[in-house]
């Protein structure tokens, strides 16, 4: 499909139920027990089938229809909370174009709505190139924390703007990007730089979550040198919420990975 067809497709499926919700386990990297997850939007076309975000999530930026995303995606995560129908706490991932004052308010509203405890909701904020008003994100996400939220920024470190962002942001936990941990194996700047990176946030008080391990030397690893989380394929693969039912059920959210 070209961008414009898919920009109607994608306004079609907002209206027609082609959304689904997968969640991805997050472990406690000491223990290695469940203790969240992350909620990953899935697109199912009805002719094409699963799209992938990487092809749509950039338009739906560029034409305005995140803001619309975000907040079914939260509805689903909050509702999905409250059913006790999957892991919890529950991560978002919000683009930082779509935090405003709107959006705080409707955040706030839907976990008085369904009755959730504020603090197992987790925004992660990944950097964008289009935004141009970082004071207004730093005050929602200044309202947000003083209501109970978590935040987090999202593959930290593979982008210009990180530092940035960690100065002039008010976070609680950091996702180190997952290309530093594939290469910090067998490359010694990687390894250097995912030292220090977990090093400064330690510093400043941040919980550190490493992405993409995907093998037992990864794990070693990033538990070597002191991440708190982890998330990835060698924990779990992110799953259709239908499917994510009786894990939720049965692990009671202290499921331990098998080593």
Request: with cysteine.
């Amino acid at each position: 499909m070209l961008e414009h067809g898919l920009v109607h497709e994608l306004r079609l499926a907002i209206l027609t139920s082609q959304l689904q919700v997968a969640v991805q386990p997050k472990v406690d990297i000491s223990t290695l027990r469940v203790i969240g997850g992350e909620v990953l939007l899935r697109w199912h076309h009805p002719k094409f089938g699963f799209i992938s975000a990487e092809r749509w999530i950039t338009i739906a930026e560029s034409h305005g229809l995140m803001p619309q995303l975000n907040r079914w995606l939260v509805s689903q995560a909050i509702s999905l909370i409250k059913k006790g129908t999957t892991l919890s706490p529950l991560s978002i991932n919000i683009s930082p174009t779509s935090l405003d004052n709107q959006f705080v308010h409707f955040l706030i509203q839907e976990l008085k709505h369904y009755q959730v405890d504020p603090s197992l909701i987790e925004l992660e904020i990944t950097e964008s190139t289009n935004v141009e008003n970082l004071s207004m994100i730093s005050h929602c996400l200044r309202v947000l924390r003083k209501n109970g939220v978590m935040i987090s920024l999202d593959d930290f470190g593979s982008g210009y703007s990180s530092m940035r962002y960690l100065v002039e942001l008010e976070v609680d936990k950091l996702k180190i990007d997952k290309s530093f941990i594939h290469k910090a194996e067998t490359n010694k700047n990687a390894y250097l730089v995912l030292k220090k990176m977990i090093d400064l946030g330690k510093e400043i008080n941040l919980k550190i979550l490493c992405e993409g391990i995907e093998t037992i030397p990864q794990l070693d690893l990033v538990k070597t040198l002191g991440a708190d989380e982890g998330q990835g394929y060698y924990f779990g693969k992110p799953e259709l919420i239908k499917d994510q039912l009786k894990l939720a059920l049965n692990s009671q959210n202290s499921l331990l990975i098998a080593v």
